[in-house]
């Protein structure tokens, strides 16, 4: 009977072909309504999330339409002086008016020839007007443009001409950001252009061999970061020796030897018996390096992905991405180079910024901006942008470390040209080689007052030579009109 009882058993669980179809119907009911509702939620995602970002993309071909019906509106900065405007001729036709010239022609960007710089990065806001409806409705009907919104940058006016100025007719970048808040203060890229002239010098622009003018090298230069990256090296060290980083000692007599390989510090110095601190601040390759091969490579790798090595960067403007290349098989001399910023170690200035903020911040990053908000001609509020958080890149009692090595710097190492008597600054210098015969790339990085950073800066020049000559005291500028306005 057993048999039997299971035959009987299989054939009750066998499905007619009625159910079978019934089932079937189900299934592809279950999986419309999935669908359906995947679909709704994309709809809404665009309409809520999405939207401007896709309407601002420059393949949009919907952008022409706005620009048909209104006029492009103006971009200010934080001050409110006027950065971009449209201007009518005298045949009735516009042009875009940039009233300063190349101080602000990689930040700001322009509007023929593509789309750059905040001219890109707020295309929707200027070509979207919010004025009364009965106002736009009679423009409309008598054939003209109603007028675009506008929009309020972070840029500070004096900040950026001040870099722009201390720059001078050397290559190169400088950017200026309040820790705190992420809040973008000045961008200065030189070689530079005339956003006014861009149409009629655009053939010759694009074909001057190794200039690159229309390259924001603020965000897109990548270079080597040289002593800048010691940094990166000296948190790598602290967070391996939390106990015991401040018994570290190392005696430099101007070079370092490891096997058949040769190292040596700026202008051969020997800097002698140092502790942590002395040789951060003296900027010691000899130190760093040997300190470099007691590091866990692998340890190594991941503090630079947190700091934003080979990631995505919280970026609005187009950026390059920063490399850091040494692995877990990485022989000692690329080791010894990746320890103090050479080698296949390649940074972006604003890259160098973000780091040396969030150090100012406690650690934390603040995600860096450029609009401040949005407003009407009439300058009635239409949207506001408010800080926010990107996340923690190291430990508080990290930052705090690294602020008092960094105002060591200032004090009594390489950073001296910013010491001054009205504030305590803390920083970096950098003296990168990139290639054999030629110059130095010159970094400075750093933040003030030290005990309460409210402004960060990092200056890059290039083939500047000595960071602590040509680097710093242009952050030495910016930091006493900044903080000086305070007083």
């Known amino acids: 009977m057993r048999p039997v009882f299971r035959r009987e058993k299989k054939r009750r669980r066998e499905k007619t072909p009625r159910q079978k179809a019934d089932s079937s119907i189900l299934l592809l009911v279950y999986v419309t309504v999935a669908l359906f509702l995947g679909l709704m939620g994309y709809v809404g995602h665009f309409?809520?999330?999405?939207?401007?970002?896709?309407?601002?993309?420059s393949y949009n071909a919907r952008l022409d339409n706005f620009a048909r019906t209104v006029e492009r509106g103006k971009i200010l900065s934080s001050n409110g002086s006027v950065l971009a405007v449209t201007e009518q001729t005298q045949d009735g036709s516009e042009i875009r008016s940039y009233p300063f010239g190349p101080v602000f022609s990689h930040v700001v960007g322009y509007s023929s020839r593509?789309?750059?710089?905040?001219?890109?990065?707020?295309?929707?806001?200027?070509l979207t007007c919010h004025v009364n409806p009965l106002d736009q409705m009679g423009r409309a009907l008598t054939g003209r443009k109603n007028?675009?919104?506008?929009?309020?940058?972070?840029?500070?006016?004096e900040l950026q001409q001040a870099a722009w100025d201390a720059l001078g007719d050397r290559n190169g970048a400088v950017a200026v950001m309040e820790p705190h808040t992420g809040r973008v203060l000045a961008m200065v890229s030189k070689p530079d252009f005339d956003p006014n002239a861009i149409g009629d010098q655009w053939d010759l622009i694009v074909s001057e061999q190794g200039q690159a003018r229309l390259v924001n090298r603020v965000t897109q230069g990548l270079y080597p970061p040289g002593s800048a990256f010691k940094i990166v090296t000296l948190l790598e060290y602290i967070m391996e020796h939390p106990g015991d980083y401040d018994q570290y000692r190392f005696d430099c007599d101007g070079q370092f030897e490891y096997g058949d390989y040769t190292l040596g510090c700026y202008h051969k110095t020997a800097h002698g018996s140092q502790s942590l601190a002395q040789a951060f601040a003296n900027s010691c390759n000899g130190a760093f390096a040997s300190l470099g091969l007691e590091l866990d490579k692998k340890a190594m790798g991941e503090t630079a992905g947190r700091l934003l090595f080979n990631r995505e960067q919280p970026l609005a403007l187009a950026y390059s991405q920063s490399r850091f290349s040494m692995?877990?098989?990485a022989p000692g001399w690329e080791v010894l180079q990746t320890s103090i910023g050479q080698g296949l170690t390649q940074m972006t200035p604003m890259h160098c910024l973000m780091v040396t903020a969030a150090i100012a911040n406690g650690g934390t990053l603040m995600n860096p901006y450029l609009i401040e908000r949005v407003e009407t001609v009439m300058g009635e509020p239409v949207k506001r942008f408010e800080p926010t958080v990107y996340g923690m890149l190291m430990e508080e009692d990290q930052a705090r470390i690294l602020t008092e090595m960094m105002a060591g710097v200032v004090e009594h190492g390489t950073g001296s040209a910013v010491k001054s008597d009205s504030y305590r600054a803390a920083g970096k210098t950098g003296s990168a080689q990139f290639e054999t015969g030629r110059e130095?790339?010159?970094w400075f990085t750093g933040f003030a007052p030290a005990e309460n950073p409210r402004i960060a800066v990092t200056v890059m020049v290039e083939e500047g030579g000595s960071g602590g000559q040509a680097a710093a005291p242009v952050a030495r500028r910016i930091f006493d009109l900044y903080l000086g306005r305070e007083e």
């Open 440 to 442: 130095s790339h010159a």
């Open 47 to 57: 309409l809520l999330v999405s939207r401007e970002d896709v309407i601002n993309n």
């Open 114 to 126: 593509g789309k750059t710089g905040i001219e890109a990065l707020g295309n929707f806001y200027l």
């Open 147 to 157: 007028p675009g919104d506008q929009i309020v940058t972070t840029l500070d006016v």
């Open 327 to 329: 692995g877990e098989d």
